[in-house]
């Protein structure tokens, strides 16, 4: 009986012991949290090289909002609430750039339009804090987006707007987009029969416009005698201006005006107008004449 009471004793004993036994716990020191980011619990610690069902209590002296080096308290526990306090070392780092959106990647405006860099920019946001507001602070380097742009809204030609957007961390974030600045057409008083010409040339030295007859780009009166039956409804030919085209609309004539002047150096603006038929009518049909360098020099002192 005493050697039983004895073996018990030391049973006893043992158990106690084995009750107060520390926690065993294996930290990960040197973390990496992207900014912003909740904390996973899960990886402070090494699972198989910890004792069974170790959870986290509670951590101290962390903050997602923060980047830098986080020095954080953890405290651990099992199921029978013992616990054991550990000290870690966090890295908080925002590798997330801002995002900017654009309305359209190209814009096309006819000079003299009113024009609003920052109207074609949809937003611009940073994936954790949210929006970010336009500055005019060409220096910027965090918090803020700055727009440049070398567009002459006045004078025709192809422009490029750039947009630079920082998030409170530094993070850079660039986009872009074109501006076509199209020439605008001059316009003439109305003819007689309150159809508008519109044809005339122009530049910095004055501006000339043509006879309201259609002819390719003489200020006389055409010569061309008028055929001794009258074909009412078939262009005349010498209506139809040095362009050679006829074009149903004059919104068309336009355009093309537009198009061609754009594209040759050699031409120093651009006439409309309306065609007529064998019996004097004007036809609801436009066509277009061009005024070349050396032809409106000669002529009328233009582009000389």
């Not at 380097?141 to 961390?169: L, P, Q, R």
């Not at 005349?236 to 336009?254: D, L, M, V, W, Y």
């Amino acid at each position: 009986m005493k050697k039983i009471s004895v073996f018990m004793a030391c049973a006893m004993m043992l158990l106690v012991v084995g009750c107060s036994k520390d926690l065993e716990v294996t930290v990960k020191d040197n973390l990496e949290v992207e900014y912003g980011d909740k904390l996973d619990h899960s990886l402070l610690f090494d699972k198989d090289n910890s004792d069974e069902g170790i959870t986290v209590k509670e951590v101290k002296n962390f903050d997602a909002k923060k980047t830098g080096e986080h020095e954080i308290t953890v405290i651990f526990t099992n199921a029978d609430e013992k616990t054991k306090e550990e000290t870690l070392k966090v890295t908080v780092k925002d590798t997330k750039k801002p995002v900017i959106k654009l309305k359209k990647e190209k814009l096309e405006i006819t000079a003299g339009d009113k024009f609003d860099a920052a109207s074609n920019i949809e937003s611009v946001k940073d994936p954790v804090d949210g929006d970010i507001k336009k500055s005019e602070d060409k220096k910027l380097t965090k918090n803020g987006y700055i727009i440049s742009s070398d567009v002459n809204a006045k004078k025709a030609g192809s422009y490029t707007v750039k947009v630079t957007a920082y998030d409170v961390n530094g993070n850079k974030s660039e986009s872009s987009y074109k501006v076509t600045v199209k020439k605008k057409p001059r316009e003439t008083p109305a003819q007689n029969n309150n159809q508008s010409s519109g044809n005339s040339y122009s530049n910095n030295q004055g501006i000339y416009t043509k006879p309201a007859t259609g002819n390719t780009g003489s200020n006389k009166k055409p010569t061309q005698s008028k055929p001794q039956t009258c074909k009412a409804g078939v262009i005349r030919p010498n209506s139809i201006g040095n362009s050679g085209k006829i074009f149903n609309s004059e919104q068309e004539a336009i355009d093309y005006g537009n198009k061609i002047d754009n594209e040759n150096s050699n031409i120093i603006g651009f006439g409309y107008s309306q065609v007529f038929d064998y019996c004097g009518n004007v036809m609801n049909k436009w066509t277009v004449s061009f005024g070349y360098v050396g032809e409106m020099c000669d002529k009328y002192g233009i582009g000389c």
